[in-house]
């Protein structure tokens, strides 16, 4: 069974601050994404990782993925309030099933 | 605006009580996923449906079911429901793919189920 483990599951950072969520998954997958949430709000695509040590950039978000490691990191450079949210990390098993990490709820004050 | 259309957006009802939740998919996606997310679930695959025919199958439980109906969009189906049953219900459409596979899941706007 495919397992996805995020952290930290709480964050709360300064705003101008870097920091750095991880995502390890369990068993062997080819793809990856990365979901922002608002509370009470959908789930937004921020990035899809499909080969190992692939980069995406988006603004102040950067995600990475190791395959052989099992891990993905989603990197956050100078903080802004506005990047408050919950970020889900979710990984594809069996071609069909998007699994999702716990979650990481940032927070970001001035 | 992700293009996914869910319906109704609130729905309040009873214990034993039976709905159906209903899904649009973004025009031209043939794969329709229902999740239910839970503050202490977190975000569960429960079903996908691909052109019509179930594709794959996470923790659904027998009370529960969906379909897809040949103009795509999908019904979830909830009964004798439970307490524990009150989340968020999202559906999310991908392009999918005839032989697996699918591209990027695109969210609705989810349907909050709250059983009293």
């Known amino acids: 069974e495919l397992k996805v483990e995020q952290n930290p599951l709480f964050l709360s950072m300064q705003e101008g601050k870097n920091y750095t969520i991880y995502c390890n998954y369990s068993?062997?997958?080819?793809?990856l994404y990365w979901y922002r949430q608002d509370p009470g709000k959908s789930l937004e695509s921020l990035f899809v990782?499909?080969?190992?040590?692939a980069v995406k950039q988006e603004g102040r978000l950067m995600a990475s993925l190791d395959t052989k490691a099992r891990l993905s990191t989603l990197h956050i450079t100078a903080a802004v309030h506005d990047l408050s949210a919950t970020y889900f990390c979710?990984?594809?098993?069996?071609?069909?099933?998007?699994?999702f990490g716990t979650g990481t709820r940032l927070q970001v004050f001035p | 605006d992700s293009g996914v259309t869910q319906t109704p957006k609130h729905l309040i009802t009873a214990t034993g009580q039976r709905v159906t939740l209903r899904c649009s998919p973004r025009?031209?996606?043939?794969?329709v996923y229902w999740y239910q997310q839970s503050l202490d679930q977190g975000l569960q695959f429960l079903i996908q449906?691909?052109?019509?025919?179930?594709?794959a199958k996470g923790n659904i439980l027998e009370r529960f079911s969906a379909q897809q109906f040949p103009d795509l969009h999908s019904e979830l189906n909830l009964s004798s429901l439970e307490l524990g049953d009150s989340a968020l219900y999202f559906c999310?459409?991908?392009?999918?793919?005839?032989?697996?596979?699918?591209?990027?899941?695109?969210f609705g706007p989810g349907t909050r189920l709250t059983v009293l």
């Open positions: 999310a459409s991908s392009v999918g793919l005839a032989g697996g596979g699918m591209g990027t899941q695109y």
């Open positions: 068993t062997t997958s080819d793809r």
């Open positions: 990782l499909l080969s190992n040590g």
């Open positions: 979710a990984v594809v098993l069996n071609t069909d099933k998007l699994i």
């Open positions: 025009s031209g996606d043939l794969s």
């Open positions: 449906y691909y052109n019509g025919e179930e594709r």
